[in-house]
């Protein structure tokens, strides 16, 4: 691990900053990430599912929850090697497993999993490898530069894990054919014997995704805290910053500022040199006196080796002379970072175009897009044409719609009509034409119970044919008052009403009416059939 | 190194390059400070709607009930919608949630959001929070400038308000400037500076390791060598003509 290859910008940031730090580490090496996990974490958690869900899900919710450091130790050994500019390989992680998994396993289940700080004591742990006074020593030190950090972070993270595993839950429901519905809690069966089991499923599975999602965010801005801390209290960015700076000064071996306290390798008049050493290597090695004698043959080699310096220096070595001064201290120059090819891709948004340059004009730029226009053209004169013909196929299937509409009356079109009330026939076939007088004639025979059943039928049947009103057949007697009392239409109300309580009490209570009561019922009998009609007619 | 030095660094710094090649750089907030401010809100909004639902039960009586929850009704929806976006199109930028944390709401350049913008991305958190809030977490989560949907369509980001200033306690070695003898890149120059700004928090025994990093600036050995440094970053601060 080079501290000096550091991937990332490190310095004293606040306690946000830091973490979102984390959060951008994490997010650079996301899929690296995903996949160390789902090789490593998943797999576990498959065998903890099938092994433990056969006693309770309960129990295996705790063992994931207990679990979930391990995660943090995954995250946390291609986090830091990210850091410093090692890419991490699949087989090297899972090589690594079987040791972070036995490695202080209590530890990692107990105080890893109970501190409220613990994604900023990971790190202690994992890459100081303290144990002990040192790291409880150490954690309490980085307490007090982020540990309230760390703690919010762990709250704010197990609320973002029920979010993400709600989430997923709408979304797969979203995703899903209406018809399925994945949890329906209107369902029967739902409310059956595996209630507690589908839900404990449910709940693991979808607190396992959360977490998988959501961890790995936690344990980089613990990470992150954790570096902040140290950057802070150690000047971490300082000494990369030195050793960078170190490194890149004695590679150059020469100040390009001449200062007299500063020690030179080289005389003055060679120092001169270096402004020319820095143009070209060939007319260096020209111009330098003492390897004049072998000018013509270096040229050669130069030119052969396409004028790379590195070749040239070995030709050099090849011919078994020593070299000089100038030709050791061009290489070194020219080995330098300055004289590196540096290939840099960078991406650029194309300019936003205005809105007229969309216009299929924008085409005829370009050659074969004529073709392509005319076809596009072709295209959309068929795609319109098919519409039309759907159109017009749709509205022939339909057209029944149409005759209905056009041939029949609105009277049919009105819903089929009712035939049945509790159970009694109310359609006007099975009713006499002179309700009253059959009325009558059951009640002198002393069925009281077939004239008061007319009389309520006949009633029904009338209104069913010359209201509005809609009755069903589940209706009840209360039921049909009830609808004929919301009708505004209905001015028989008070006959209907004291009808419906007479034969209520007839064929519930069994209490025979009064004979001067049903007489009077007869004589104002108001739903006569011939009226009716009459008025229709007229009214027509 | 070449390598390494070559590739941009991760950093939670965001440059935006504004006319005339001028340079600045949003302090782009990320997703667990933008939760915590929203969790705020949040719970202010269930306390405004509780204040705002015993006025107007203390009003039912007065006005009649058809009238007190047809005003409930208008206050809440006043309260839902325009809390994030009168709040945001205001002149701090920032929810109450938001203050509290420190962020607030720009576009992408770093200058104040439009109304518009303000808007737009305040219509997207119905979609973002409540129908799909998997979408809108793992958006904030995995983009560069921490931007979900509703960021993303608006053009805004959400920034930190204020620097924090981090503790810092200088060295003070009364030495006199003296130059480093290199040429020097300007990050070198910083972390020269730097040294000298923060060096007070650190151990004696520890400044020295640090200047030992630095052995081919500077002669002496630890305590000789932290004072050259400190004159160093003396010169490299002083005024020059």
């Known amino acids: 691990m080079k501290l000096e290859n550091v991937t990332a910008e490190v310095r004293p940031r606040g306690r946000w900053e830091s973490i979102d730090f984390g959060c951008a580490l994490v997010r650079e ?28 899900f309960a129990l295996v919710f705790l063992a994931y929850w207990l679990t979930l450091p391990f995660v943090g130790r995954v ?69 007090r530069n982020g540990g309230d950090g760390a703690a919010q972070t762990a709250m704010i993270g197990w609320l973002l894990i029920c979010i993400a595993g709600v989430g997923l839950l709408i979304l797969l429901n979203l995703l899903m054919p209406f018809s399925i519905e994945i949890i329906s809690f209107e369902d029967d069966a739902f409310w059956g014997d595996e209630t507690g089991a589908l839900i404990g499923k449910w709940t693991v599975a979808l ?58 390798t080289l005389s003055d008049t060679k120092s001169l040199l270096v402004p020319f050493l820095l143009l070209a290597a060939s007319f260096l090695m020209t111009s330098s006196p003492m390897a004049s004698a072998e000018n013509a043959e270096t040229t050669e080699r130069l030119e052969k080796s396409s004028q790379q310096l590195e070749s040239l220096a070995l030709s050099v070595d090849g011919t078994k002379q020593p070299m000089t001064e100038s030709q050791k201290l061009a290489r070194e120059v020219y080995s330098g970072e300055e004289f590196q090819v540096h290939a840099e891709m960078v991406k650029e948004r194309a300019p936003r175009e205005t809105s007229s340059s969309w216009s299929w004009g924008g085409f005829d730029d370009f050659g074969g897009m004529a073709i392509l226009k005319a076809i596009f053209g072709v295209a959309v004169y068929v795609a319109i044409g098919a519409f039309v013909l759907f159109v017009v196929f749709l509205l022939v299937k339909n057209n029944y719609l149409f005759q209905r509409r056009t041939k029949q009356s609105s009277q049919n079109l009105k819903k089929k009509r009712v035939e049945s009330v509790m159970g009694m026939n109310v359609t006007s076939e099975s009713l006499p034409d002179d309700i009253v007088k059959a009325a009558l004639e059951a009640w002198s025979q002393g069925e009281a ?10 009633a029904i049947s009338w209104c069913a044919d010359h209201t509005s009103v809609e009755f069903a057949n589940s209706d009840t007697e209360q039921d049909c008052m009830r609808k004929l009392e919301s009708l505004e239409e209905f ?50 | ?127 973002e929070l409540v129908i799909m809030p998997l979408i809108g977490l793992c958006c904030t989560m995995m983009t560069k400038r921490f931007q979900r949907a509703g960021d993303l369509v608006a053009g805004t980001v959400v920034v930190y308000a204020e620097t924090d200033v981090q503790p810092s306690v ?20 910083a972390a020269i500076v730097a040294f000298r700004e923060r060096g007070g928090l650190w151990s004696g025994a ?36």
């Open chain 1, 449 to 458: 119970k077939l004239a008061l059943s007319l009389l309520y039928r006949g």
């Open chain 2, 206 to 241: 520890r400044q020295a390791e640090l200047a030992s990093h630095a052995q081919v600036l500077v002669k002496g050995e630890s305590s000789e060598a932290v004072t050259e440094l400190v004159g160093m970053a003396e010169w490299l601060t002083a005024k020059k003509d």
């Open chain 2, 170 to 189: 200088a060295l003070n070695s009364g030495r006199e400037p003296r130059p480093p003898g290199w040429k020097l890149l300007r990050e070198e120059q």
């Open chain 1, 491 to 540: 001015h028989q109300q008070n006959y209907f009403n004291e009808l419906t309580m007479l034969w209520m009490s007839l064929a519930y209570g069994r209490q025979i009416p009064e004979d001067v009561s049903l007489r009077q019922l007869c004589s104002t009998w108001p739903f006569s059939n011939k009226d009716k009609r009459e008025e229709g007619g007229a009214s027509l």
């Open chain 1, 207 to 264: 607190y396992a995704f959360g977490a998988l999602l959501i961890e790995p965010f936690c344990v980089g801005a613990g990470f992150a805290m954790y570096v902040n801390s140290r950057t802070i209290t150690e000047g971490w960015d300082i000494e990369l910053a030195f050793k960078r700076m170190s490194s890149r000064l004695e590679r150059r071996q020469s100040p390009v500022l001449q200062l007299p306290k500063q020690k030179s």
């Open chain 1, 29 to 56: 090496s996301y899929g690296m990430i995903v996949k160390t996990l789902l090789m490593t974490i998943v797999p576990l958690w498959l065998v903890l599912w099938l092994v433990l869900g056969e006693i309770s």
């Open chain 2, 1 to 127: 190194m070449a390598r390494v030095s070559n590739q941009p660094k991760i950093d939670t710094l965001q440059s935006v390059e504004l006319s005339e090649g001028v340079e600045i750089q949003l302090r782009i907030a990320g997703v667990f400070a933008r939760s915590l401010a929203y969790l705020l809100d949040l719970v202010f909004i269930i306390i405004a709607a509780s204040v705002l639902g015993f006025i107007v039960g203390v009003m039912d009586s007065f006005v009649g009930s058809n009238y007190a929850m047809g005003l409930y009704g208008l206050l809440m929806f006043i309260l839902t919608w325009g809390y994030f976006f009168l709040m945001e199109s205001g002149k701090k930028g920032a929810t109450f949630g938001k203050r509290i944390v420190g962020l607030r709401v720009v576009n992408t350049s770093g200058g104040i959001a439009q109304r518009g913008q303000v808007f737009t991305r305040n219509l997207f958190r119905f979609v």
């Open chain 1, 75 to 143: 995250v946390l050994y291609v986090l830091s090697r990210k850091l410093f500019g090692e890419e991490v390989r699949v087989w090297e992680v899972l090589k690594q497993w079987p040791k972070m998994l036995v490695r202080r396993f209590f530890h990692a289940i107990l105080f890893g999993r109970f501190l409220p700080s613990r994604s900023l004591a990971l790190p202690v742990s994992e890459l100081e490898n303290l144990k002990g006074k040192d790291y409880s020593a150490r954690v309490s030190l980085l307490d």
